[in-house]
């Protein structure tokens, strides 16, 4: 149980091209997902929750209006890069967790490559 | 603000040996989970321990929750290739939630065939 699916795995693409990532529970709702950011050999930044139905949060310093979140239903959240250029190019990862009181389940995150 | 370390940072051990790291933090948690990540996928729970003095097992992979509530410690016994990947240590900032977790630089760790 609780698993967690990214899509898609890779993305490559140019500068200026906007890009949609999806995060799906597909065996549990969740009301809440979560995206982090991981750069090449270190650890994970979270940069915003994800609420279902409503806006979501952002952690300092991340810009709402470069990284979008939808969280459309209880088994759907995308993060939408805007306007990509090579500095975002990373690997982004979503999680989601079962009951506010579970760990976390995550992903197998997406490799975006901006040229 | 409240951070994990992990030591140590790299490991590179033969096939069959022992292992053991740590995570350790200037701020109580009330929480201590251990994730491991292999190249190009994310995180994945290996354990969760939830209370002072735990020790919890899952195959051949041990953790310990610290007494003092500022550590914990993960042992892989008789390690094989399959074990390579990065260990994190994670904390939920808050004792109730999971929703706020930050997580340590992590273990890399390689085991020679």
């Known amino acids: 149980g609780a698993v967690v699916s990214q899509h898609p795995s890779r993305v490559i693409c140019k500068s200026g091209t906007s890009v949609k990532i999806e995060c799906r529970s597909l065996?549990?709702?969740?009301?809440?997902m979560f995206w982090y950011r991981q750069f090449p050999k270190k650890s994970l930044m979270l940069m915003a929750t994800?609420?279902?139905?409503?806006?979501?949060?952002?952690e300092q310093g991340v810009e709402k209006d470069k990284f979008l979140i939808n969280h459309a239903s209880l088994t759907l959240s995308t993060l939408t890069v805007t306007s990509a250029h090579p500095e975002d190019s990373s690997f982004y990862i979503c999680?989601?967790?079962?009951?506010?009181?579970?760990?976390?389940?995550f992903g197998d995150g997406t490799r975006l490559s901006i040229l | 603000g409240q951070q994990l370390n992990q030591s140590p940072q790299s490991m590179f051990i033969q096939e069959g040996e022992d292992v053991s790291m740590n995570c350790t933090s200037s701020?109580?948690?009330?929480?201590w989970l251990w994730y491991k990540q292999e190249p190009g996928e994310g995180p994945v729970l290996l354990i969760a321990?939830?209370?002072?003095?735990e020790l919890t097992s899952n195959g051949r992979l041990t953790a310990q929750f610290g007494i003092t509530r500022k550590d914990s410690f993960l042992n892989i016994s008789a390690s094989i290739p399959s074990d390579v990947g990065i260990y994190f240590c994670?904390?939920?900032?808050?004792?109730?939630?999971?929703?706020?977790?930050?997580f340590g630089p992590g273990t890399s760790l390689s085991v020679i065939p």
């Open positions: 065996d549990f709702q969740a009301t809440t």
């Open positions: 994800s609420n279902e139905g409503s806006k979501a949060t952002y």
């Open positions: 321990l939830y209370k002072a003095g």
């Open positions: 999680s989601a967790r079962v009951r506010p009181n579970q760990p976390q389940h």
């Open positions: 994670a904390g939920p900032l808050r004792e109730t939630s999971y929703d706020k977790v930050i």
């Open positions: 701020s109580i948690f009330n929480t």
